[in-house]
């Protein structure tokens, strides 16, 4: 198991150090900082054998979080608490930075003793956390013996992620699906590879411990529901899901509040909500991808001095629509010595600092095309090595889901409080970013 | 008091969010300020100074001084100071195990609190103290708190077992607290049956054959249930524990999988992956014709294909275990090709994972996709990508038979980009393409020969060099080129060096006339100005090969080689499902055993296939990934023609068609038995063949070596010591008739993949030997030098293994063994220099161990050590060190400093280097302290596959010093009477039964008395060594 957990300044200063296992000596803290940080090389593995002693370690902007084993541990586990550490860290002060890690360094001790015992992670779900570690120093002393065992039988309880007794005057949620769209495509216009991977987010509002169940077009649920000759859809209308096409879902990973079993066996996603905002669902789709825009790329060398790149961008989706935050990253080779760029719409500006010529649009409705063109003159060099040609990247935001997931229904019950599904607020929202969207050239 | 007056500042804004100020530089004096602020009656005041307490602990500031001062602020009510001074105290009571007692009473009070908070604290911290007295105090608590009525104190505890348990084993067992953990495996909180878990699966590790962890379909019941509801840490102890679980038949297997395979739409990826590793595991049971197994593969795809949309660290390591489930399991994942193409952003390390597993699912549906791809990533940036994309697209050649022509033109194209290092990996690998498909690329020569001088790298000159060989009668300016390259013939490396030999004297065969003088040129050069052993013996083997029959040269030099072949870089089969056992966990993302980075016990286990990973493991850690397949690969075969060399050398070191060749060479040579003994005679000396069977895929090869083996006899010592596990069967020639077991020294025949030695004739064995070698595990067991038979005054060698490896010691890698020569002990050591900078200023020091052994006297390594340099050291030993029993009881741990910095390794050497020379006991003393000690310090063992009479056994046994005192027979069975004495002055009697009546003797029974009964099981491995050489 984990043997001890360390945090670094940029500079490799430490931070905090916290040592679990005896066989973990105070030289391994200055080992990684040897070896790794301070490192000529740039870092080739985010886990590190020194003296068999392993590090595994991750950045937060310039904080280096390392976790120190001499065991043969479950790595992927060890990575999942680094990441779940910066979170309860987040969640707790906001931006990991040297001088947020310095103010709340108690802080972070204790947290550290709570949600990592003998190197073995402990609930650490910030819900839970927060009733009993809080930054003001525990109400130990005031509270009554129900609120001690209410805060253990929550800490270790089957529903460690809620706690009983939330009120809400208003029953209110809210739904984004934020996908993000990746391309690689040929010069031709060949898809080489394409993906959503997309993201249900819900901030739940809601009183009690209500159950909820989420349903969504997904094929197989369509199809069985087809069969079944259930054609009434309850909640079709509700969420403004227009129920008309399915999607085929390649895989989907569930929050911890999610009833995997029963998803196994009948598809359905239920459960009992965080309160707030957290993750409901990943998933990711590969089949029938709206793809937002279209990039053609036409590259030609003039001599050994000069570039001419023009860069047609079409949109592909329903006119009433607006893009938004459109840029194209167009790659400069480094011998560039001076650039000139026509385009029809937006800005279009030359980086020399970062090797590109960036094309910004503002907005941008469906079904349009717009163009750059560009005279990219080069300084002679002897360098034989060719210019790699980085592919032309694109960034926007487009407000529907690319994978063209709709939600059907979101469905609050709670027994035990008067308001039922009809009284909650809900609110769907679809946005669609660009991931690694890129073209070719 | 300048800080004081800042607190007070402070403290009107909320000191919260000022904890910084704590990490400011120090002052002088500043621990007497601290001190008084200890002591300060103020609450406040107090927990600001035991924060500033901390805040130089964690910057590695001495503060224990402050101990007494900062445990009085234990006794409160304030729960955020009492943790702060746990902290305090977790670092150091075990430096200060007197006051830490001070702490005990205030420890047992929380343990009672009300509040199940403060008692689960108090127990956690409890057992973090690593302090006897505390400790003692903890079992009452504990027991308690084991049978909370709060689950979080439950479940605290159940890891406080385990805490405890590291600390004092033997305690936990005594006070029954495996029990009461073995009971909340039942308890009703979900929570607290993982932690239960983990703890049990901790402790059960380091006892290997303890029944700790009883798993029975009942408990895997409770398990499964506690799976759905935990949480996602537990759901990751549980899912680890059920992997060692064996299902007693496909039903039950398959049921566990149903329950298990949820999981795998879980966020957390490590759940994700030890879902995916038991179902790996158990899918092993499961009939192919079943329908579910069918479903389950189905499963197994999305998940592992989503788990690489997460962050890239986790990327990294699914793409670790990827790699192993596509080896064990291609068809998983076959069509999912595109998910890992490289993206232009991704991490270096994720790049180089992803395009590892693009080439083994490279297959003639995708090929051309998985080419354009490579093209690309052929001119990106980081030149190790860019070199293994080249080699990469060498290897798509090899794999799909269709693809090759293409692949040929494209690393043609990157030929003509005339960027140095494409250039250069992309000849390497054209090599391979045409030792894969001979006679039909060979048109793009004119091509390569034009980049001749822009290698500078050894690897792409030695290949283009053997390609220039190779194909000298198509090459019109042959002889010119390699005329070129032979100017610097000193500056080369080895590698270039060696294959220059070889093509000159292949160029020599095939167009005689016009390269005489040439070859001259390369032998005499190889000959005699090289003091590079592997050189100048090759170099004397052609030379005499040359001169005594050209025509026998032709077919051996020119003789057709084996094709290669096109999976040569997969994970040997036993390792591969070892690793799959370990999915998710480091091992996995090392591809390594977890006995090849886990020191002590725990991990040592080998999960699945205990007894034959032993020897992969020292294969493996040796080489980094592509080499050590090489390993495999490649011919690990060197003849070695020099008795002063008489040390293997793994030619293993990267990939290299030339080896594959050399030893082709060598093999074809032995096959021509007139030649090659004549050859053997003239150099006055033995040759050596060092087999590794892993490496025998080439299967033409074995009855090559074989036949070579009947006439080579005399000169041949011939090892096949690692069983090639049932894939390739060798054959081993019958001794020949005049085959005479006398002139050998007794040690003959036996299975020849147990190691059948053939002694070399006495007559012949130079003085300067002095020890034979023997097995002594692993890699060792690859070879025997000389037999410990007809040898009665030296005890064996074990030969010289890894202890210290490049790349975890900065380039400095350590083999060696140990030797006891004439009453001497030495540590005989291969320094090798694997870094760029030379090293210097090396120096030892052991640490202390059971029989305290130290350096007699310095290291001596005289000359600075160049890189790519190997030095032998021998240690002379003294027994005159601190003791320490170690674990096991012949552990030595050992430092080793250069110039650079100081590497730790430990080794373990034979207990029969402890075997003293005035080791015979007299007879009736001998009866006498038979009689004395105690039968239940007898320990019995049995000896297998022997073939041996006890006249040569025992003395075989005397050149260890182990002394026959007495021999009888009875019934049939000879009853040998032994006794040695340890360098500490410890007796160790023996008895040993040896059947008679049977030709095939095979087994003997050994009886080891001794006082200390723990030395009988190393007394034992000896007698196995030295019988078994």
Redesign the interface.
Known sequence: ?IGGLFIYNHKG?????R?????IG?NA?DAFRVNVIHARQ??????T????T?F???KRSNIWLAAV?????????V?????KMCDVMSAYFGKISE?NI?????LI??LL?EIL??G??????TGALKT?IT????K??H?T?EE??Q???Q????I?WRREGIKYRRNELFLDVLESVNL?M?PQGQV??A?V?GRVVMKSYLSGMPECKFGMNDKIVIDKQGKGGTTDDPVKSELGGSGKQSIAI???????CV???K??SERSISFIPPDGEY?L??Y?TTKDIILPFRVIPLVREVGRTKLEVKVVIKSNFKPSLLAQKIEVRIPTPLNTSGVQVICMKGKAKYKASENAIVWKIKRMAGMKESQISAEIELLPTND???W????I?MNFEVPFAPSGLKVRYLKVFESKLNYSDHDVIKWVRYIGRSG?Y?T?C | MEWASQLCENRGLGS?????K??TTTKKGEIFELKAELNSDKKEKKKEAV?KV??SM???KDVSALFPDVVNCMQT????LK??V??YLM?YAKSQPDMAIMAVNTFVKDCED?????R?LAV?TM??I?VDKITEYLCEPLRKCLKDE????R??AA??V??LH??NAQLVEDQGFLDTLKDLISDS????VA?AV?ALS?IAESHPNSNLLDLNPQTINKLLTAL??????GQ??IL?CLANYMPRDDRESQSICE?V???L??????V???AVKVLMKFMEMLPKDLDYYGTLLKKLA??L??LL?A????Q???LRNINLIVQKRPEILKHEM??F?V???DP??VKLEKLDIMIRLASQANIA?VL??LK?YA???DVDFVRKAVRAIGRCAIKVEQSAERCVSTLLDLIQ???NYVVQEAIVVIKDIFRKYPNKYESVIATLCENLDSLDEPEARAAMIWIVGEYAERIDNADELLESFLEGFHDESTQVQLQLLTAIVKLFLKKPTETQELVQQVLSLATQDSDNPDLRDRGYIYWRLLSTDPVAAKEVVLAEKPLISEETDLIEPTLLEELIC?I???????HKP?SA???GS??VQHKRLPARAGSIEYVYPMYSSHQQRAALATAVYLVHLQPQHFYLQPLATSVDISKICSFCHYTSCINSPGLAATTCYFSGSYVNIFSNCKVLEIPSIIPLISSAFIHWKHFIHFSFLYQPGGRTEVQSPQPSSDYSERELGGDIGGSPSMGAGLGAAPAAMPASLGGAPAVGGGLGDLFDLGGGVGMPTGSYVAPKTAWLLAM?AKGLEISGTFARRGGIIQMDLSLTNKAMSVMTDFAIQFNRNSFGLAPAGPMQVLTPLSPNQTIDVSLPLSMSGPVMKMEPLNNLQVAVKNNIDV??FSCQYPLSLLFVEDGKMDRQVFLATWKDIPNDNEAQFQIKDIHLNSDVASNKLQGSNIFTIAKRTVEGQDMLYQSVKLTNGIWVLAEMRIQTGNPNYTEMELSIKCRAPEVCQFVYQCYELVLKN
């Not at chain 1, 990575?79 to 990441?83: R, S, T």
Request: with cysteine; glycine share 4%; proline share 6%.
């Open positions: 198991m200063e430490v931070l905090i150090s040592v679990y296992r005896d066989d105070r803290v740039q870092v080739r593995s985010p886990v054998n020194i003296a068999r392993s595994f370690h991750i084993t001499k065991q043969n541990v479950n790595a992927a586990m990575f999942e608490f680094l990441y001088e310095k103010n709340n360094f108690v001790y204790e003793d015992d003998f073995y992670p402990q609930n650490s779900e009993f930054q003001q120093g525990i130990g002393q509270q013996k001690q065992s805060i253990t039988s800490v270790t309880g089957q460690g690689l040929s080489l590879s993906h991977s390649d895989d989907c990973t569930f929050h911890q009833r995997l079993s998803f196994d993750e669902m990943r990711r034989k090595k060719k790699a040609r980085p592919p990247s690694i890129e070719r | 919260k969010m000022t904890d910084s704590y990490f924060k901390i805040a964690t910057v590695g009510d304030n729960l955020e943790k702060l746990y902290l670092n009300p509040n199940p908070l403060i689960a956690r057992g973090c690593r709060d689950p979080y104190v479940k605290t890891v406080c385990a805490k590291d600390i909180n979900p929570m607290v932690n983990a901790e759905n509801e935990c949480t996602e840490w990751i102890f680890d329950r395979t949820p999981r739409s879980h966020a957390n990826s490590a994700v992956l030890s999305p998940p294909v989503t949309s962050e890239p660290e986790l990294y390591v699914a595109k998910v193409f993206k232009y952003n270096i390390y996709q354009a791809e690309e001119t990106e940036v980009t005339k960027v370990h998710g966990t480091l091992a996995s993302v090392y977890p980075f886990v020191e725990r991990g975890k590497f730790y």
